[in-house]
């Protein structure tokens, strides 16, 4: 089992900026790539970002792309999401997932999952 724990939310005004943290514990040889995706009031979770294993090949949604980075640092066990430009659309509850055997953005294919941490944007 992996157990993934994810930091860095809060409550920022539009066009701040955020860090996210996902640190991952356990059988840490199972986390494979990782990603993030979020969840808004009333709408379903969405993917965001991902980062492969290895030599870390990444993939963002077309919402992000330009603004958003994620990272991985191995040594560390741990992801990042370093969100600039931040928006009032981007409000959600952000999640870190793990153990997909290759970058993916369907997530169906993490077996774990963090506990979620909520990213609020004011205008």
């Known amino acids: 089992q992996v157990q993934l724990v994810e930091s860095g939310g809060g409550l920022v005004q539009a066009g701040d900026s955020l860090r996210l943290s996902c640190a991952a514990s356990?059988?840490?040889?199972?986390?494979?790539?990782m990603g993030w995706f979020r969840q808004a009031p009333g709408k379903e979770r969405e993917f965001v970002a991902g980062?492969?294993?290895?030599?870390?090949?990444?993939r963002y949604a077309d919402s992000v792309k330009g603004r958003f980075t994620i990272s991985r640092d191995n040594a560390k066990k741990t992801v990042y999401l370093q969100m600039n430009s931040l928006k009032p659309e981007d409000t959600a509850v952000y999640y870190c997932a793990a153990g997909s055997p290759v970058m993916a953005t369907r997530e169906g294919r993490y077996d774990y999952w963090g506990q979620g941490t909520q990213v609020t944007v004011s205008r």
């Open positions: 356990g059988r840490t040889s199972s986390i494979g790539a």
């Open positions: 980062i492969s294993g290895g030599v870390g090949v990444t």
